[in-house]
């Protein structure tokens, strides 16, 4: 596990330092869903402190089982159904998948009653994919009507109390070119560079965005959170 992180990192100072970035500047998540307490804490041992979980419920006994390390951060990164948002209120540190409205009022609500406060990701469906979630954004370039409705979200979600909106998160096309997949990456990039135009109070800049067959060509178009997990902790 340690030589396999230590890879991972590599790559992604190579992809920084092609992009005249920093590393440092990229945080990297270790989608940890489906595997075993003891692989997570291998991971650990390597060096890792952010972890990702998809599963509400899996989420909270994987929480609860390594409560002992202090430093330990995890991200809830799959589609948050309202029924199961509870324990992401009460102990998740980031969730990147703030994909509708409602979801964040709900959210909102539970983080008030718990006392917090919760950094997320609002989710964009840049690719268009109908298997992608988050708000349409395939032709947010062009289309006025796409424009104003992203606006009006964005501006919602960031008004609501307890929810620290960091920034944008998005997915890239399975098995497609790579010309394709930066595109996507690119385009969210531009998107946040817009909202911020039109939104001159927001203040979101991060991107979550890249996973294990893309973190790459994510961290060169301005990832500052990568997503991996079979490149870490192999096929599920």
């Known amino acids: 596990m340690m030589?396999?992180?230590?890879?991972?990192?590599q790559r992604m100072q190579a992809?920084?330092?092609r992009a005249g970035r920093s590393v440092d500047e990229i945080t990297l998540v270790a989608v940890s869903k489906t595997k075993p307490i003891t692989d997570i804490a291998a991971a650990y041992a390597a060096g890792i402190r952010h972890f990702g979980e998809n599963r509400s419920a899996e989420f909270a006994e994987?929480?609860?089982s390594l409560s002992h390390l202090p430093d330990i951060q995890w991200h809830f990164i799959?589609?948050?159904?309202?029924?199961?948002?509870?324990?992401?209120?009460?102990?998740?540190?980031?969730?990147h998948a703030v994909d509708r409205e409602k979801i964040a009022?709900?959210?909102s609500r539970q983080l008030q009653d718990a006392g917090r406060t919760l950094p997320v990701f609002i989710e964009m469906n840049v690719s268009g994919e109908e298997s992608k979630g988050g708000f349409s954004a395939a032709d947010w370039e062009q289309d006025t009507q796409q424009q104003a409705e992203l606006l009006r979200a964005v501006s919602n979600i960031v008004a609501l109390p307890h929810l620290q909106v960091l920034g944008l998160m998005t997915?890239?096309?399975?098995?497609?070119?790579?010309?394709e997949i930066r595109s996507v990456f690119r385009r969210l990039r531009q998107l946040s560079a817009w909202l911020h135009t039109v939104l001159p109070?927001?203040?979101?800049?991060?991107?979550?965005m890249g996973m294990s067959g893309d973190f790459?060509?994510?961290?060169?178009?301005?990832?500052?959170?990568?997503?991996?997990?079979?490149?870490?902790?192999?096929g599920r």
């Open 62 to 64: 994987k929480a609860r």
């Open 201 to 208: 109070a927001l203040d979101a800049p991060a991107l979550s």
């Open 3 to 9: 030589q396999t992180v230590r890879t991972i990192q």
């Open 105 to 107: 009022q709900r959210l």
């Open 171 to 179: 997915m890239a096309p399975f098995r497609a070119p790579d010309d």
């Open 78 to 95: 799959g589609h948050l159904q309202t029924r199961q948002s509870q324990p992401i209120a009460q102990s998740a540190a980031y969730l």
């Open 15 to 17: 992809a920084a330092e």
């Open 216 to 234: 790459e060509i994510a961290i060169e178009e301005g990832a500052t959170h990568v997503r991996v997990g079979s490149a870490i902790f192999g």
